[in-house]
């Protein structure tokens, strides 16, 4: 294959290593001026100051910014309809928890989402991919857990295996049917905990159809004993933990999470210095996902305190048809950055290298340098803290996912 060099970059920037970034050193980026990126075979090759070495093919950055390609950590992409018609009881005030126990919320989700083919929300999930492409995600993690039964998680896990031969975004496979309690089982908890651990995971494990197993650990869906054995049995068969916690109620699903090396905890709304501790004892990234406490009108999470713990953050979009059906990762790390106060520089390492270690990909993705994959954004802009000042607006120019042009703003 050729090689490629980018050039004329007005500022590069970027997080250094093959790991998640914590503390002080989630602020810390590497700045490069009137910079050049050069990769083969989809592997970045060198970056530098000055004058561009030769390569076979050139692209011109036009003097402005370029940062990895946006990496997010969080979404649960597949599912059939949306929720429209819950607006008008959210607007009286009617909670997310009460609208699920009535349910609603994510059970009327998995009506909609059993009555779809797989086809159907295949086709769905890639329109919705290729906007997050045009955006700068070159990366995005995937949840089944709106089928709560084990051909209908299989499926849409399986929708994620298709799209992954449809499009360019690289896809990461997590299963979650510890979403909520289906109706079939409202009266036996512990025959769909059962149906969970004897039977959909060893599925998803045996057909490789996840790396990663989440469950929502909350008031009224799963106690964090549920979801600890749950969790312990997808370790297990090789699949590496997740947890929902803290997103409404502060009910111990982070501490549980920590105590168990859970790769990262999701939303921590309302997280606690215990599960701080926790998460740092744990070596888990805190995957926050500031959109959804927009959206939910919610409090923001504790960031600096994390940040000042020394626990990873990483942010994610929470595309979901709920309490967050905007796929908009650069809006979320515009909110991130004003409402946790949190540094360009801290929230350029939440969604590149931290999100990238929030799912096992540090080692190859979420930073330009040598040796790591060619994910290059090219953005409309002249430096970082502009991609921050704006909003509203995507700035993603030009989009290069393993080395290969996917996309470019015309
Ligand atoms: O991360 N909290 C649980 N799951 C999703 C919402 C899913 C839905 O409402 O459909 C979340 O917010
Ligand atoms: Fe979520």
């Not at 890639?126 to 998680?153: F, P």
């Not at 002249?382 to 704006?390: A, G, K, N, Q």
Request: hydrophobic fraction near 40%; charge should be negative; proline fraction near 4%.
């Amino acid at each position: 294959m050729a090689s490629t060099v980018i050039e004329n970059i007005g500022l590069l920037a970027t997080p250094i290593g093959t790991a998640a970034r914590a503390g002080k050193a989630q602020g810390e980026i590497l700045f490069l001026k009137n910079a050049w990126l050069t990769y083969e075979n989809g592997v970045i090759t060198g970056v530098g100051e000055g004058k561009a070495p030769a390569a076979d093919e050139r692209l011109d950055a036009e003097g402005k910014l370029v940062t990895p390609g946006l990496i997010d950590p969080h979404t649960h992409l597949i599912f059939g309809g949306w929720r429209q018609h819950e607006l008008a009881m959210k607007l009286k005030g009617v909670t997310y928890l009460e609208i699920l126990a009535a349910g609603g919320g994510i059970l009327s989700t998995v009506k909609k989402t059993r009555a779809a083919s797989l086809e159907e929300l295949a086709d769905k999930a890639e329109q919705e991919l290729r906007k997050m492409l045009r955006l700068g995600v070159t990366t995005c993690e995937c949840k089944s857990g709106y089928g709560l039964a084990t051909e209908e998680e299989m499926k849409m896990l399986h929708a994620v295996r298709l799209l992954r031969k449809r499009q360019p975004v690289e896809l990461v496979s997590t299963f979650m049917a510890a979403h909520a309690l289906p109706q079939e089982y409202a009266q036996d908890r512990e025959g769909y905990i059962r149906l969970i651990i004897d039977e959909m995971l060893p599925r998803a494990a045996a057909e490789k159809l996840a790396e990663f197993c989440d469950v929502f650990c909350e008031t009224g869906v799963f106690t964090p004993e549920e979801c600890r054995r749950i969790l312990l049995a997808a370790q297990r068969l090789g699949l590496a933990a997740k947890c929902h916690s803290d997103e409404i109620d502060p009910i111990g699903g982070t501490e549980m999470a920590g105590s168990i090396g859970a790769v990262s905890c999701e939303h921590l709304i309302r997280c606690q210095k215990s599960g701080i501790d926790a998460m740092k004892a744990g070596g888990t990234v805190a995957c926050l996902l500031p959109a959804t406490s927009f959206y939910l009108g919610a409090a923001f999470a504790p960031a600096r305190q994390m940040i000042e713990a020394g626990v990873p953050v990483a942010f994610g979009s929470d595309f979901n048809p709920g309490s967050c059906p905007c796929g908009n990762l650069p809006l979320a790390m515009n909110i991130g950055c004003y409402r946790y106060r949190m540094t360009p520089e801290e929230c350029l390492t939440a969604v590149t290298l931290n999100a990238a270690a929030a799912i096992h990909r540090a080692e190859r993705l979420g930073s330009l340098e040598v040796g790591k994959q060619a994910d290059v954004l090219i953005w409309d802009a002249p430096d970082l803290e502009y991609i921050f000042y704006r909003f509203g607006d995507s700035l993603a120019e030009t989009v290069v996912k393993n080395g290969v042009v996917v996309y470019t703003q015309t």
